[in-house]
């Protein structure tokens, strides 16, 4: 009765929530996961037949073939060599969703694993996909789809367009066993936050008390909230469906600078500041310098005195190439103006990091 209470609550209020929820906000379906509720990787390894002399000859594809051949009653005497490069030795993988049954199907990838040219009109045999504790989950076999291709000239030139030695077969593999999953089982759900934060954990945790009532949810860590849950796994679906689509702010990210020294691309966060410095690197100089002002109100007009600080950033090169800002301390400014000057990428780091070292630079600097 009081499950039954609960749940008709939940959805009166559930409802009221996501009409008056703010359009900045994001459901906890898009920002957390369940714990326990996963995807698991298939790997298998098997034979791609019928290629048109594009597979391969080699010791350890002639040792499968033989397998092969052995499990249908055929033995091979040891003087007899297979001679066909019409066999690919091939690894197969795909993932297997959450909750997936037997009979179901799923997406596989095909990849040579040894000197094969292509595997275009070749054909998967019989392949076990195990999982990583050594059971068969699922069986593939089909024909594959391969969207590359390559040629080769008498003289040895050849031209190869995409990848000829990766190919995918859709609904290719049939599964055969499902994976147990604690969905069903203790007295808490657990949702885990995409990026860790303990602002965003704790705003989630309250928006879903607000919804449910006092102490129904606890952020156990930065990524962890623990909600009490029904123990019938059909009310808990329905109980899942409601708290998904509640709506949370969430906090917003710490000042990071993102550098790709390959590329030259740099990212600045929102947050990211900068104090007074100056920055020499070569023939490039790059002056940050504030200045306090006081407004002070009418005294007829009333009002309040107010401290303000003006920024101006300087960027200047030996051939007195000269940029000016207008006031500000953020740093997309300067690297907007270290840009302008064609400085290359590799100054523009040095410069960051220079900041960095001397405490001008208010966010954590990351480089890829």
Known sequence: MKTKLLMSTVAVVASILMLTAPAHAERIKDIASIQGVRSNQLVGYGLVVGLPGTGEKTRYTEQTFRTMLKNFGINLPDSVRPNSKNVAVVAVHAEMPAFIKPGQNLDITVSSLG?????????????????VDGNVYAIAQGSLIVSGFSAEGLDGSMVIQNTPT???????????????????????????LRRSDFSTAKRTADAINDLLGPDMAKAIDATSIQVSAPRDASQRVSFLSVLENIEVI????????????????????????????????????????????????????????????????DVSEKDRRMFMFNPGTTLDE????VNLVGAAPSDV???LEALKMAGALHGELIII
């Open 334 to 337: 300067l690297v907007r103006a």
């Open 166 to 192: 990766v190919g995918r077969i859709p609904s290719g593999a049939i599964v055969e066993r499902s994976v147990i999953s604690p969905f069903a089982s203790g007295d808490y759900l657990t949702f885990n």
């Open 250 to 313: 969430p906090a917003e990210e710490s000042a990071k600078v993102i550098v790709n020294s390959r590329t030259g691309t740099i990212v600045v966060g929102q947050n990211v500041k900068l104090l007074p410095a100056a920055v020499t690197h070569g023939g490039l100089t790059v002056t940050i310098a504030e200045a306090t002002q006081v407004s002070q109100p009418n005294a007829l007009a009333g009002g309040d005195t107010v401290v303000t600080t003006n920024s101006t950033i």
């Open 115 to 131: 000197e094969a040219k292509s595997l275009r009109g070749g054909t998967l045999l019989q392949t076990f996909l195990k999982g």
């Open 349 to 351: 780091l040095a410069i």
